[in-house]
């Protein structure tokens, strides 16, 4: 079974700053990992996934995410914050190409200050 | 456009009444799945279906019944609606190989009294 751990809640950054959310992650085999947003009264939309290969992942929006297995992490970066970027976010894994049982953490809300 | 569509996207229930979630994809993806978000708990895995005549329980089954008669449509079912049942809720298809990922339908908000 897997299981994802954001690191913190809430996460308030200026405009123009880093935005660096963290996700760490449990799994008992090869990870699929993925980044979703999702903005007011919206559904989840995707940012990017890791399957395999490279393990920098460029995904929309200008937001970036590096799987690091070592570190057991997914962390997502962008590295200028626009005021569009306010949303909530999800980190997500599920256990390979045939596993379709996504476990998301608690989800972690920016806020982006003029 | 092409996507996973969701009805009703608001609904309010009495409880012990049942209803139906509607899910729908035109994306002729074989997996779908029904989740559910509360505050701080992010998405939680209701049912899924690897393909028609195909399902299987989530994370947090109980109270909900699926089925699942054409790779289209996937509903939800609530037998006896109940409180603790009010969530927001999504359904998602998924694609595989390059394609590998889900795409979320915008949700139902239901609220039960």
């Known amino acids: 079974a897997q299981s994802v751990t954001q690191l913190g809640s809430h996460v308030s950054v200026s405009e123009g700053a880093l935005v660096l959310l963290r996700c760490n992650y449990s799994?008992?085999?090869?990870?699929?990992l993925f980044w979703y947003v999702q903005y007011p009264n919206q559904g989840l939309q995707l940012l990017l996934k890791?399957?395999?290969?490279?393990?920098l992942v460029k995904g929309i929006n200008g937001f970036e995410a590096e799987f690091k297995k070592s570190e057991t992490s997914f962390h997502l970066t962008k590295p200028s914050a626009h005021m569009s970027d306010a949303a909530e976010y999800f980190c997500a894994v599920s256990e390979g190409s045939n596993d379709y049982k996504l476990s998301f953490g608690a989800g972690t809300t920016v806020t982006v200050r003029a | 456009n092409a996507g996973v569509t969701q009805t009703p996207k608001f609904q309010v229930l009495k409880t012990g009444q049942s209803m139906t979630l509607q899910c729908a994809q035109d994306m002729n993806h074989e997996y779908m799945s029904w989740y559910r978000q509360d505050p701080g708990m992010g998405l939680r895995l209701i049912h899924y279906?690897?393909?028609?005549?195909?399902?299987d329980q989530g994370e947090v089954p109980n109270g909900y019944n699926v089925s699942r008669s054409t790779t289209e449509d996937f509903p939800l079912r609530l037998l006896s609606a109940a409180p603790s049942q009010t969530s927001v809720y999504f359904c998602a298809s998924g694609g595989t190989g390059s394609n590998y990922g889900y795409t979320f339908g915008s949700g139902t908000r239901l609220t039960v009294v």
């Open positions: 890791y399957t395999t290969g490279a393990t």
């Open positions: 799994s008992s085999v090869p990870p699929y």
């Open positions: 279906s690897v393909g028609a005549g195909i399902t």
